[in-house]
């Protein structure tokens, strides 16, 4: 069996979540150098928050502590795999690394739609617009352009 | 030009964003009801936090205002095409109609990479990985899995 004390603190935070019942039974940490900058537990019924994942938390915390949107460097330990959201957020973040324990057909298999949401987006790059789990419309795209090219022209923007 | 006063209270906050520029030119509103019950801006700069997209700060403060991590009959107005961290967290939070402004390959077109996570993820279900965007790696799941199995045989959870 693979060992790793990050991995172990990730399970730790699941384990410790599953008794607290603050969400889902997940946890994570983010790591820099070899050092704890983040720590995170699934939240999404203590906090009344869906976006409050174990990865997302820690994703925060640890851009909190570093007081940057930038986690350049920094590696993720998930108890679990990250669902689609929480991968965007990793890459939005700029974490290049990550290693996870159960699989999300394990999540699945206790309850969590993480496969389904995958399945959903997988289907919308060919185009099959399930409406029934979501109707996406588009609307008065020509006013929602105009800051967009004010932006363009912006000299002074930060981009992330 | 199809107009909505919803939708150009999304615009129009991504338009201040512009100028406050908290983060990237995004709006969006969360309605229940005919009603608007959370606003958000994307505050990724200002708040050093990757996640901090307007649909998810609109999500999380409507969650607040109305004590639930379930926003089931709520409508989303986003200035802007969900990148897949937003789409997701609007598929975990039960909204099911999304209307949008601009599109992904607007987005892609002022700098963000909405569509470059798109892809990833997309090319993530058939197999292929691309480990210079984000290296995925298994670790010691036998432990993992462990939290799994008694959440599993737990009466009292609560499903999300």
Redesign the interface.
């Known amino acids: 069996?693979?060992?790793?004390k990050f991995?172990?603190i990730?399970?730790d935070l699941?384990?410790d979540n599953?008794d607290k019942?603050y969400?889902?039974?997940f946890g994570a940490c983010v790591v820099k150098n070899g050092k704890i900058i983040g720590k995170g537990i699934n939240r999404?019924?203590k906090?009344?928050?869906?976006?409050a994942h174990a990865e997302?938390v820690a994703?925060?915390n640890a851009?909190?502590e570093?007081?940057?949107?930038?986690?350049s460097g920094c590696e993720l330990?998930t108890?679990?795999?990250p669902?689609?959201?929480?991968?965007?957020?990793?890459?939005?973040?700029n974490?290049?690394?990550?290693?996870?324990?159960?699989?999300k057909e394990?999540?699945n298999?206790?309850?969590?739609?993480d496969d389904f949401?995958?399945e959903?987006?997988?289907k919308l790059?060919v185009g099959d617009k399930n409406d029934s789990?979501?109707?996406?419309?588009?609307?008065?795209?020509?006013?929602?352009?105009?800051?967009?090219e004010?932006?363009?022209n912006?000299k002074?923007?930060?981009?992330?």
């Open positions: 069996m693979k060992k790793n991995m172990d990730a399970i699941s384990d599953f019942k969400g889902g039974p999404v019924i906090d009344h928050d869906p976006t997302m994703i925060r851009c909190k570093m007081k940057t949107h930038d986690l330990y108890s679990c795999y669902c689609p959201m929480c991968l965007s957020a990793i890459i939005w973040a974490i290049k690394t990550v290693y996870y324990g159960n699989t394990d999540a298999d206790i309850g969590f739609r949401i995958y959903y987006i997988d790059a789990v979501l109707k996406l419309s588009s609307m008065n795209r020509e006013a929602a352009i105009k800051v967009f004010q932006y363009k912006d002074d923007k930060i981009i992330y």
